[in-house]
C-alpha cells in the first residue's frame, strides 16, 4: 500500500475524516502497512499497547479469553480502528486481534496516535464517539443478560 492509497484510507475512517490534509499526511507517513494471515495474532490480551491498527481490508475477531476459553467479542472490518483502547487507557492489551482470511493493517504508532487525537478536535471527538458507541453496545447486551436471568427466576 503507498501513501496516498493510506492517505485516502486513513480519509475514510471516521475518526480521521475530519482531519486537515497536512495532519493525515503525516499520520500516513509516519504510519506501516502490515498483512496477517487466516488466524493469525495481530496482537494478545495483555500485550503492552505499542500501536493502534486501521483495517483496510478483511475482517478482524476481537476476543477475550477466560478460563482457558476464547470469547469472541466482535468482528471488525474495513475502515475501522481497532486496539485505540489500550493506546488511550495506556495499558496492557484487553482483548487479542486475530486476523479473520487475510487482513490488510495500517499500524500507528501509539505516541504518534496520542499526538494526533490530542492536537486534533476532530479526531478527538471521533475517539469518543466510538468509545461511546462500544459503551453502548456493550449496556445494551448487559440489558439482555440480565432480562434472560430475570426471566429463567
Do not use: W
Amino acid at each position: 500500500m503507498d501513501y496516498e492509497d493510506t492517505v485516502a484510507l486513513l480519509r475514510r475512517v471516521p475518526i480521521f475524516a475530519s482531519m486537515e490534509a497536512a495532519a493525515l499526511k503525516l499520520l500516513a507517513f509516519s504510519s506501516e502497512t502490515v498483512t496477517f494471515d487466516d488466524g493469525e495474532i495481530i496482537c494478545q490480551e495483555g500485550d503492552l499497547a505499542d500501536g493502534v491498527y486501521v483495517i483496510d481490508e478483511g475482517q478482524v475477531v476481537v476476543s477475550v479469553e477466560r478460563d482457558g476459553i476464547a470469547a469472541k467479542i466482535a468482528v471488525v472490518g474495513a475502515n475501522e480502528v481497532v486496539g485505540e483502547l489500550a493506546v488511550i487507557l495506556n495499558q496492557p492489551r484487553a482483548a487479542s486481534l486475530r486476523a479473520q482470511g487475510t487482513v490488510r493493517l495500517v499500524r500507528i504508532d501509539s505516541d504518534i496516535f496520542i499526538r494526533t487525537v490530542t492536537g486534533n478536535p476532530d479526531a478527538a471527538l471521533g475517539v469518543l464517539r466510538i468509545l461511546c458507541r462500544r459503551l453502548s453496545n456493550m449496556l445494551r447486551h448487559y440489558e439482555e443478560l440480565v432480562s434472560s436471568i430475570d426471566s429463567s427466576i
